[in-house]
């Protein structure tokens, strides 16, 4: 069974930086695709960042050039690497596999 468990998350300044972590439990870690998803308060949960298998990389345009995903195959570990963060980045970040959810990490980010 396939388990998916993001820390990483805390309270980060304007312009400041936080990587992400979502450690993945189950079989086949490196024939999966992953993505990082947010939301923010009263909003419904969005696509922020995915990475297949292969490491092909894609990212939602209010977060390219800021955020990098990444993954280690040999440690069963997906990342979020936030760069330049926004006040409008703040929200709580989960990992997905494509048919599991993490429980969330919440980012804050104070102007």
């Known amino acids: 069974q396939v388990q998916l468990v993001e820390s990483g998350g805390g309270l980060a300044q304007a312009g400041g930086s936080l990587r992400l972590s979502c450690a993945f439990s189950g079989s086949n870690f490196r024939f999966r695709n992953f993505s990082w998803y947010r939301q923010a308060p009263g909003y419904e949960r969005t696509f922020v960042a995915k990475i297949t298998s292969g490491g092909s990389t894609d990212n939602e345009h209010f977060v390219r050039c800021r955020f990098t995903i990444s993954r280690d195959n040999a440690k069963n570990m997906v990342y979020l690497h936030m760069n330049s963060l926004k006040p409008d980045d703040t929200g709580v970040y989960s990992c997905?596999?494509?048919?599991?959810w993490g429980q969330g990490t919440q980012v804050t980010v104070s102007s």
């Open positions: 997905r596999a494509p048919d599991t």
